[in-house]
């Protein structure tokens, strides 16, 4: 995965330039929770892997009723290596528990993904637990929106 995305405000933008994406819980979540999901329990960047429809959706339903669509900001994301590993301590110890696993023959599910510093939620939202810094962030223009079921209003 080389390139991410993140929409933004132009206001938060400014910020970002110089303090790096931090993880935050926005302050939508409580209001979108009550609409569709759960609300947030941990702090994150949330990003998208692509710009497919999800990501419209999410732009012209939530973000531009939020902040209108002229406030917002496209910014193209690389992920610094150091957030693609394990922490080394973490590493080791999910070894040695593997290791272990297999020598008493537990059959269980070790969920290691959970040790890393983000997640993947379905095919394109990517969430971030540590903050990514200024430097791996840069504005890019929106792209020509994709006209598709969800965003054509009748």
Known sequence: MKKLYH????KNWEKIKFKGLKPDIGY??????????????????YLFTQLDEDFWYFVDHWMA?????ENLVLLEVRLPKSLRKMDRWVERNVKRIRTMMKQNNCTGYFPEEAFYNYVMRGKNEFVCYKKIPGRYVKQISFPDEVKTDRNIET
């Open 65 to 69: 009723r939020v902040y209108g669509k």
């Open 7 to 10: 929409v933004t405000t132009k």
């Open 28 to 45: 939508m979540s409580s209001y979108v929770a009550e609409l569709i999901w759960t609300p947030e329990t941990h702090k994150a960047v």
